[in-house]
T-cell receptor, first 114, second 111 residues
């Protein structure tokens, strides 16, 4: 049982480039999330999804896009990368809503924008 | 504004010693409080969940307490091991879909 799998683990981008962080889960969870973790800060919610075909913005959605075509996959798209998007990104999933259920996190994707 | 503050920011203890991490929150309404452990380079993993009616909950050598009146929680680690070296994150939930993460306490256990 792999849980939540994120790829890539590390990536360096130049300003203005675009990329997609991949996330897949095999726990059949309806709820999926993307967070970013910056040094000295708590995790911030970027986007979330309550099921296939449904996505919504979190606290810090600017500069990002998501899609949810299947229950398993929830990719995060960065358009026109900026240095402010240098961060560690975590994908997570939960069986119940995030304020009641346990969040299961991937191992993270460290992104550097130069 | 919903906030979760953790103290200390970092802590170094000798292997075998006990320690206590603190979490103060202003989240309202309150639904539950979770403690997560985050090993370096890994994602957070849930240790325990506390609801409004619970005062104490244990998970092995980890014991969490909750005082909903003063809006404080603590995580006590007994007989620390090198593998306890990690960041410990307090996460408070309240209201629909509202989840607030603390900034974490970085614990280092040295031999």
């Amino acid at each position: 049982n792999a849980g939540v799998t994120q790829t890539p683990k590390f990536r360096i981008l130049k300003i203005g480039q675009s990329m997609t962080l991949q996330c897949t889960q095999d726990m059949n969870h309806n709820y999926m999330y993307w967070y970013r973790q910056d040094p000295g800060m708590g995790l911030k919610l970027i986007y979330y999804s309550v099921g296939a075909g449904i996505t919504d913005k979190g606290e810090v959605p600017n500069g990002y896009n998501v899609s949810r075509s299947t229950t398993e996959d929830f990719p995060l798209r960065l358009e026109l990368a900026a240095p402010s998007q240098t961060s560690v990104y975590f994908c997570a999933s939960s069986y119940y809503t995030r304020n009641t259920g346990e969040l299961f996190f991937g191992e993270g994707s460290r992104l550097t924008v130069l | 504004k919903n906030q979760v503050e953790q103290s200390p920011q970092s802590l170094i203890i000798l292997e075998g010693k006990n320690c206590t991490l603190q979490c103060n929150y202003t989240v309202s309404p309150f639904s539950n409080l979770r403690w997560y452990k985050q090993d370096t380079g890994r994602g957070p993993v849930s240790l325990t969940i506390m609801t409004f009616s619970e005062n104490t909950k244990s998970n092995g050598r980890y014991t969490a307490t909750l005082d909903a009146d003063t809006k404080q929680s603590s995580l006590h680690i007994t007989a620390s091991q090198l593998s306890d070296s990690a960041s410990y994150i307090c996460v408070v939930s309240g209201g629909y879909q509202k989840v607030t993460f603390g900034t974490g306490t970085k614990l280092q256990v040295i031999p």
